[in-house]
């Protein structure tokens, strides 16, 4: 079984700058969460989707960050503009119930 | 809501020696408790979880951990390590009650094992 797809693993960008992030779950999974990690923090829930609606964004900086799900499958989280703050490891994880399974991440830094 | 408190963020042990990772978590609901490993430059692994039933729960790569209700606690442990359990630990809780299957986590313990 192929396991979550995360795309690019490293972003380097400048503040103020746009950023996007896609994830793959895991065939059949209908939640899907991505989760912002800073280093030496545990990953903090960003924003779940069950299907293709939103279950719960209330961690999500509306201001600049959007995050979407086609079709219930691929989801892309976007930043923009981009501040230094935003520099972390962003993980998108799948599940059927209670057990996620996480993809290897994207680490950004913003310059 | 819930919360995680992992009291050590970082726990040296030499190879072959016990270790012990605490978490402690905060609740007004009944959770569900999972611990998560976290390998350089990877995506969190499940360990071992906690729904139900047993309260001394057995996970992957020797690991077990107990589910204390009165002291609201779920330590990990493994009686003798490796120099390949180096890695970040994870403790995280989920509310039982609901259908939102939210995990919220610790701030980690890097576990180092030396030789």
């Known amino acids: 079984e192929a396991g979550v797809a995360q795309s690019p693993r490293y972003k380097i960008i400048e503040k103020r700058q746009s950023v996007a992030f896609w994830c793959n779950p895991i065939?059949?999974?209908?939640?899907l969460y991505w989760y912002q990690q800073i280093l030496g923090q545990g990953p903090k829930l960003l924003i779940q989707?069950?299907?293709?609606?939103?279950?719960?964004d209330s961690q999500l900086p509306k201001d600049r960050f959007s995050a979407e799900r086609l079709k219930g499958v691929d989801s892309t989280l976007k930043i923009q503009p981009a501040k230094l703050e935003d520099s972390a490891v962003y993980l998108c994880?799948?599940?059927?119930?209670?057990?996620?399974?996480f993809g290897p991440g994207t680490r950004l830094t913003v310059t | 809501a819930q919360s995680v408190t992992q009291l050590d963020s970082q726990v040296p042990v030499f190879e072959e020696a016990p270790v012990e990772l605490r978490c402690n978590y905060s609740?007004?609901?009944?959770?569900?408790l999972f611990w998560y490993v976290q390998y350089p430059n990877q995506g969190l692994q499940l360990l071992l979880k906690?729904?139900?039933?047993?309260?001394l729960v057995k996970g992957i790569n020797g690991f077990e951990a107990e589910f204390n209700k009165s002291q609201t606690s779920f330590h990990l442990r493994k009686p003798s390590v490796h120099i390949s359990d180096t890695a970040e630990y994870f403790c995280?809780?989920?509310?039982?009650?609901?259908?939102?299957?939210?995990?919220?986590f610790g701030k980690g313990t890097l576990l180092t094992v030396n030789p």
């Open positions: 906690y729904l139900s039933g047993s309260t």
């Open positions: 994880a799948s599940s059927t119930k209670y057990e996620q399974y």
């Open positions: 995280a809780v989920m509310g039982s009650g609901g259908s939102n299957y939210k995990l919220t």
């Open positions: 989707f069950q299907n293709n609606g939103v279950v719960d």
């Open positions: 065939s059949g999974h209908a939640t």
């Open positions: 609740s007004s609901v009944s959770v569900y």
